[in-house]
């Protein structure tokens, strides 16, 4: 599995989009993840563990304003905390099925 998120033949890194979100004062961690969309292949998602109340709309304004608009997230789900390997990476795969059920 890439890590590498490819909009619509547009790749988007979603290390580049973690570090934007990561400056956000209410998110405490994040990681972003494709997840399969019908008209474009896969769209970037962000799974964001926060440390307040923050509307899934604002933090997409937020990474508007420093992103280019493929690369903002498609959508934002708020989790407890992110699921990670013994070496602390990441699972991402544990994260896209809690939006894109096979």
């Known amino acids: 599995v890439s890590a590498m998120v490819n909009r619509g033949g547009l790749k988007?890194?979603?290390?580049?989009?973690e570090e934007i979100l990561r400056g956000h004062d209410a998110v405490v961690d994040v990681a972003v993840a494709g997840v399969?969309?019908?008209?474009?292949g896969e769209v970037p998602w962000a799974f964001v563990v926060a440390a307040g109340p923050i509307e899934p709309d604002a933090l997409c304004?937020?990474?508007r304003e420093r992103l280019s608009p493929y690369k903002v997230p498609a959508g934002v789900t708020f989790v407890d905390e992110l699921p990670r390997n013994e070496a602390g990476k990441v699972l991402r795969q544990e994260l896209v099925v809690l939006v894109a059920p096979e």
């Open 12 to 17: 988007v890194f979603p290390d580049e989009v």
């Open 36 to 40: 399969p969309d019908p008209r474009l």
């Open 61 to 63: 304004a937020f990474a």
